[in-house]
């Protein structure tokens, strides 16, 4: 980065620098550490600026999770109390954008500009968003509130790198998985929370998850204001002029990033869903969208720019790379199995109990959280960390495979190897993402660098949700047209009632199918159910793709033994710090291979 000093001390004697029995011909050099943890003052990880900016990101996750979580089980009851408004999906359509494409921005302007104020206005953004939300009265003023959410997300959701920078790089892991449980609250048992407030307190009714999450927000607020003293501009940049980096931001840059990633993400969300895939509308955002980023790719390659938006040499590290992928390709499994689950759940196990049917929804949820909480606070302790990695990717993947085999009577077994298979992805996911800050050159840059790989991973699983998507509507509409109305005719419903039957089915509404006996519906239910299954068992199937290219992927990943240090990238409370730091000491390094 232009003009950029990052400082640290010399590395401590107590540093293992061996590679642990592994030799490579590629190496990573690792520095821009700031600090090493035993220079810093007794108490400073119990001092409130710790403390409170470890809190401050907990808050901000829960909220940032929990902004789509909590109203995504139920647009329907909200669109039936402010609409009916045929734009009632964007609620959750403008969060994903606005969260996802704001990542890399957020990243490298708090490298450039210091984080402080850049997470205190996201936290702000949530506050804002939450409060419109919560006293809507239409459709619209909804979609805008949830907007404001979805960009105030966008620094909440950059967790990851910002305690990456404030912990030593040996408690990386254990700092991820810290953090993770405060996921539990904001999505993991968010349709339960939300199916709550709708059935216990019908005066506030859907309100209350918009309450809940402007008391997150505002709390999460106060602590990034009172604790979050993160390097400031001065001290990353000393005589450095704020004017000159405004200057040389690449602002063409970032118009191709946001309106391509923008565009051909919305596409993806569009098809199949809001328009259908042949129609024009997704054609056309998909391929505008697609030539943005081409450009954008040609212009931060060719172009000698002061300050780019995406720095490329980040793709040139296979190690960098691969880590994303594999973050990418495990998030995409909770995304697409989130959305898979309870629609599984609501066809086939089901038993007219809404609270058990929701704790059930929700095991994907829970599942995933306990495996990245679990695989982070026991990572340094397993060691062999990409070994870890490729091994909960195969358990994962057996588990997700078997799930190919879950019939309508395998309600408790099909739970269990679902549960077990989010479990191990999690785990996964949670070794990967934290090997993304491990495996950056300049720790100095882990804005630029985490915020790209936020959003290169959204990416991946916008794509592996909409195959996951595209395959279960494809082959329901291939075993439903192939077996239900055979079903129905042979137990004696007239063939001009058929039609009616199967819109019956979503609606639950029988009244206007002419014909009907107990009998015949019994037989309809049984027969759609079975096609139900028949079009599960592809999608799981398509799940070993995923895992395999997953498993491929973690051969790549870096070696992170030889930096599990005591050093850290930035420090808290900089005024007693400063000092130290304008000393300009030596920068460490260390290798990962």
Known sequence: ????????????????????????????????????AHHLKPGYFRSSFFV?????????????????????????????DLGPSANITWVSLTYTLTSAVFLTIIGRVSDIFGRRWVFVGGAACGLVGSIIAATAQNVGALIAGSTIIGIGASAQ????????????MKYRFFGNGFLYIFCIPGSGVAPVLAQTFLSKYPSVGWRGVYYLLIG????????????????????????????????????VGTVLYLGGLLIFVLGLSWGGSVYPWKSGYVIGTLVAG???????????????????????????????????????????????????????????????????????????????IAGQVFGG?????????KLQCTVTLILSGIFFGTMATSTVDSKARSSTIMTLGVFFVGWAESLAITMITLSISNQQELGSAGGLAGSVRFLIVSIASTIYTVVLNNRLASTVAAQVPAALEAAGLPASSVAAFIAALTSGDYSGVAGLTDDITAAGTKAYKQANVDAYRTVFLVTIAFTGIAIITSFFLPRVESVMTSQVAATLNNKDHKNELEDGKVVGTETVA
């Open 1 to 36: 980065m232009a003009g950029h000093h990052p400082v640290a001390v010399e590395k401590a004697d107590d540093i293992d620098n061996t590679d642990h029995g592994h030799t490579s011909h590629e190496e990573l050099a690792i520095g821009g550490f700031e600090t090493d």
């Open 290 to 368: 697609a030539v943005g980023l081409i450009a954008l790719g040609f212009w931060e390659t060719f172009v000698n720019l002061k300050e780019p938006l995406i720095q490329v040499e980040y793709f040139r590290n296979k190690r960098w790379s691969a880590a994303v992928i594999v973050s990418g390709l495990g998030a995409s499994m909770y995304y697409a199995l989130a959305l898979i689950w309870p629609s599984m759940v609501g066809v086939l196990y089901a038993d007219g109990n809404s609270t058990v049917n929701g704790w059930l929804s929700s095991l994907v949820g829970l599942g995933i």
């Open 52 to 80: 409170g900016s470890m809190a401050a990101m907990s808050l901000g996750l829960w909220a940032g999770v929990a902004g789509f979580g909590y109203a995504a089980p139920i647009l329907t009851e909200i669109n039936n």
């Open 157 to 168: 959701l950059s967790y990851y790198y910002v305690m990456g920078e404030i912990v030593p």
């Open 216 to 251: 997150v927000n505002g709390l999460g607020l106060l602590c990034w204001v009172l604790f979050y003293h993160p390097p400031t501009f001065e001290m990353k940049h000393r005589n450095a002029s704020k004017m000159a980096f405004v200057k040389n931001f690449d602002y």
């Open 377 to 385: 606070m026991a990572a340094k302790y397993i060691q062999h960390y």
